[in-house]
């Protein structure tokens, strides 16, 4: 299973080469443990040039260049160049067990599947990722992906425990969201405070999203099995 998991989250990356945590990443610019971002910062490579402006120094001014304009002057950007981690997290809570038919996978498999896609891409190209709510170190090589799918099974809840997701890093949330709204708005709040961003990803049944029920209907919360059940006509 754990094979056939791997191979599938392979065949997804392959779909998706674009795929990136923010839209200025260029992914053809790349190197393992190096990522070119189009964002100004401390790397080697040309990004692009730009007016001088009052926080800029002398020193960041491109004379040559500026002597070819009508009177303007230029400063050379550099593209900021430095492995992100990406902390993945992906719902395992009853619901997630879902699938409204035979021959079809249960929210769980598809969870599971894209976490590990999204794990691939980003090693390849050039970030470091963990699991959220494991005590899992940032994995920066391509081959980490099999240390990823080894600590899936301890990922069991929607909060920080063991590692700390550190200030500036990135988080992606793969879940049908059944749960109270303050699970998730109390995490997302405590990672504003420290600039994490990142994506909320939804999975759901087809059966969910199409709603193909007729008559009276009793639906049951699958993380209570105890309750009753609500009527729905």
């Known amino acids: 299973m754990q094979s056939n998991r791997l191979e599938q989250a392979g065949q ?3 779909k998706l080469p674009g795929l990136m945590i923010e839209a200025e990443r260029v992914a053809s610019t790349f190197m393992k443990g190096l990522h070119g971002r189009r964002r100004s910062g401390s790397g080697d490579a040309f990004w692009q040039f730009r007016p001088y402006d009052s926080g800029d120094t002398p020193r960041d001014i491109d004379w040559k260049q500026s002597a070819r304009q009508d009177g303007d002057v230029l400063v050379r950007q550099r593209e900021w160049e430095a492995a992100q981690t990406v902390w993945l997290y992906r ?20 969870a599971d599947v894209l976490l590990l896609a999204t794990g691939l891409v980003l090693l390849n190209g050039g970030e470091q990722i963990s699991l959220l709510g ?11 992906i099999h240390r990823i799918l080894e600590f899936l099974p301890h990922q ?15 988080a992606i949330i793969i879940s049908d969201f059944y749960f109270p709204l303050s699970d998730i708005s109390n995490i997302i709040e405590n990672f504003s405070r420290r600039n994490i961003s990142g994506a909320l990803v939804q999975v759901f049944d087809p059966a969910e999203r199409d709603f193909p029920f007729d008559g009276y209907i009793r639906f049951h919360d699958t993380e209570l099995p105890d309750n009753d059940g609500i009527v729905a006509p």
């Open 134 to 144: 494991t005590d899992l170190a940032p994995q920066p090589h391509e081959a980490a």
């Open 156 to 170: 069991t809840h929607l909060q920080e425990t063991a590692r700390p997701v550190q200030s500036h890093a990135k």
């Open 91 to 110: 719902d395992s809570s009853g619901s997630m067990n879902y699938h409204s038919r035979k021959g079809i996978p249960k929210k769980q498999d598809y």
């Open 12 to 14: 997804y990356a392959e």
